[in-house]
């Protein structure tokens, strides 16, 4: 079992950065792939934002947020970061932590809690 812990949420301007993590424990020593999905407010599905490999040497993006998030993992460690830039009211949503995925065509198999980010205008 893999438990996925989050945080760094919060309230932020539009412009303004903000920096989520998320650390995975689990009993097992094995590297994961991870990533971040996001739901929005009165949207039913969550969508793909950003995903890392178990080493780092493969990222890939949602279009969206392309160019303004920078996502990356502690070496050695399976804890992964997410550096948002330039947020925007669009921005606003539950982000939550998965694994394995690393790009939008994939299901997560593990989901953290969520923490939540606004971006006000």
């Known amino acids: 079992q893999v438990q996925l812990i989050e945080s760094g949420g919060g309230l932020v301007k539009t412009g303004e950065s903000l920096t989520l993590s998320c650390e995975a424990s689990s009993r097992f020593t094995s590297k994961y792939n991870m990533g971040w999905f996001r739901q929005a407010p009165g949207k039913l599905r969550r969508e793909f934002v950003a995903?890392?490999?178990?080493?780092?040497?493969?990222?890939e993006y949602a279009d969206s947020v392309r160019g303004r998030f920078i996502i990356s993992r502690d070496k050695d460690k399976n804890t992964v970061h997410m550096r948002m830039n330039n947020l925007g009211p669009g921005d606003t949503a539950v982000y939550y932590c998965?694994?394995?995925?690393?790009?939008?065509?994939?299901?997560?198999?593990?989901w953290g809690l969520g923490t939540l980010v606004t971006v006000s205008s």
């Open positions: 995903g890392i490999n178990w080493n780092g040497a493969s990222i």
């Open positions: 998965e694994i394995p995925c690393t790009n939008s065509r994939c299901d997560p198999t593990y």
